[in-house]
Nanobody
Framework: QVQLVESGGGLVQPGGSLRLSCTAS????????MGWFRQAPGKEREFVCA????????VYADSVKGRFTISRDNAKNALYLQMNSLKPDDTAVYYC?????????????????WGQGTQVTVSS
């Protein structure tokens, strides 16, 4: 059974930075693409970014491109999201997810395992 646990969320001022982590249990972490999604109150879960199984390929939502960086450490079964220049619109619960294949896409349906989420609040 695969379990994903996010950490690193919190309250940050606009313009600040946070680094989220996601630790995976179970086997074959390095065999799958991984992604980050977020969900704000009253809104649908939306794609943030994703990374391929080797970490060589990344894709970002336009809203975070140039500000967020996704990375992974397969030796540690860990996924990361470095968030810089944060804006109030980035406020949401952030979820890590494991894709069903090696090259993850932008759709929620392409992911079959999800963490419980970590709250990120950007406010002065």
């Amino acid at each position: 059974q695969v379990q994903l646990v996010e950490s690193g969320g919190g309250l940050v001022q606009p313009g600040g930075s946070l680094r989220l982590s996601c630790t995976a249990s179970g086997r074959a972490f390095s065999s799958y693409g991984m992604g980050w999604f977020r969900q704000a109150p009253g809104k649908e879960r939306e794609f943030v970014c994703a990374i391929s199984w080797t970490g060589a390929s990344m894709v970002y939502a336009d809203s975070v491109k140039g500000r967020f960086t996704i990375s992974r450490d397969n030796a540690k079964n860990a996924l990361y999201l470095q968030m810089n220049s944060l804006k109030p619109d980035d406020t949401a619960v952030y979820y890590c997810a494991r894709a069903s294949g090696i090259f993850p896409g932008r759709r929620v349906g392409e992911y079959n395992y999800w963490g419980q989420g970590t709250q990120v609040t950007v406010s002065s």
